[in-house]
C-alpha cells in the first residue's frame, strides 16, 4: 500500500536502517480501531523488507489505542461504503469467519521470525489494542499504561489472535478471569505478572525502546531468528523434538559463521 492509502486507514509506515515502525495514527479518536486498519495493517505484514530486523508498533499522542472504533459497530453509523464489524450480521457464517480471518492477518504478521516485534504501550491498550500489543514480542509500558480485554463487557469473545499469547504470558486462571471481568490491567501489574518486559516512566519511553531496538540489533540476523524460531514452538514440541530443532539450527549457525570467516 502507499503512504496515502495506510494515512487514509489510519497509519504510518516508516523505516529506518534496519528498524521499522507502525503508528496507529488516530489520536483524536485515541487510535480506535476498524476493518480498513486491521487491512492496511495485514497489507505492511506483506512488505516488510527482509533487511527489517526490529517492528516496532506504537499509538500516536497519549494513547496506543482505545479499541475497536464503536463507530464500527453501528451499520449505519460509519459511512457508504465502509467495511465495519456491523456488516458481518449480514454474512454467512462462513463469510463471516472468512472476513475475521482477514482481519485476524493484521495482527499474526508480528509473529514473523524474520523480526522482533515490540510494543510501546502508553496510556490504555483495549480490547484489540491489547491484542495487538500481545501480538508483539516484546512489550514496553510507560507507567500510565491500563490494558483492557474488553469483548466480554460487550458481548463478544477477544477474536484477533489475542488469547493464545494472553494465556502464554499469564497462564489459563489468569487469562479468563483477566477476560471474563474485563478489567483493567495496570502497569504495574502486567510487569508482575509478565504482560510487560520493562516498565518506564513517560519521559523515558522513547529512549528506552532505542536502546532496546540497538540491543537487539546487534546480533546477527540469523542468530535472532533462528532463536525466535525455536522459542515460539518450544511449548509444542517434545523435549526430544526441541532438542533436535536446537542442534540443527546451531549446525546451520556454524556454517554461516564459517562461511563468513572464510570470505
Do not use: H
Not at 167 to 194: F, H, K, P, W
Request: proline content about 3%; overall charge negative; aromatic content about 4%.
Amino acid at each position: 500500500m502507499t503512504p496515502e492509502e495506510l494515512r487514509s486507514a489510519g497509519l504510518v509506515y516508516e523505516v529506518t536502517g534496519e528498524v521499522a515502525v507502525v503508528t496507529l495514527d488516530r489520536p483524536e479518536v485515541r487510535n480506535a480501531q476498524t476493518p480498513s486498519m486491521w487491512r492496511a495493517l495485514a497489507a505492511i505484514g506483506e512488505q516488510v523488507a527482509d533487511d527489517v530486523r526490529v517492528v516496532v508498533v506504537r499509538g500516536s499522542g497519549q494513547t496506543f489505542s482505545a479499541g475497536l472504533d464503536r463507530a464500527m459497530l453501528d451499520p449505519s453509523g460509519a459511512g457508504d461504503g465502509v467495511e465495519t464489524v456491523a456488516g458481518l450480521l449480514a454474512m454467512s457464517d462462513e463469510d463471516a469467519s472468512a472476513a475475521i480471518e482477514q482481519f485476524q492477518r493484521g495482527f499474526t504478521w508480528l509473529r514473523d521470525p524474520r523480526f522482533v516485534s515490540v510494543a510501546v504501550v502508553q496510556g490504555y491498550a483495549i480490547g484489540a489494542g491489547f491484542q495487538l500489543a500481545l501480538s508483539c514480542d516484546l512489550r514496553v509500558l510507560a507507567e500510565d499504561a491500563q490494558l483492557c480485554m474488553k469483548e466480554s463487557a460487550l458481548g463478544l469473545v477477544p477474536d484477533l489472535t489475542g488469547t493464545q499469547p494472553l494465556v502464554d504470558a499469564v497462564g489459563y486462571a489468569r487469562a479468563l478471569e483477566i477476560c471474563a471481568t474485563a478489567r483493567m490491567v495496570s502497569a504495574e501489574e502486567a510487569m508482575a505478572i509478565g504482560l510487560a518486559n520493562v516498565v518506564v516512566p513517560v519521559a523515558a519511553l522513547e529512549a528506552t525502546v532505542t536502546d532496546l531496538a540497538a540491543a537487539l540489533t546487534a546480533a546477527l540476523p540469523g542468530a535472532v531468528r533462528e532463536t525466535k524460531e525455536l522459542l515460539l514452538a518450544a511449548s509444542s514440541r517434545t523435549l526430544d523434538e526441541q532438542r533436535r530443532f536446537e542442534r540443527e539450527a546451531q549446525v546451520r549457525r556454524f556454517r554461516e559463521l564459517a562461511a563468513m570467516l572464510a570470505g
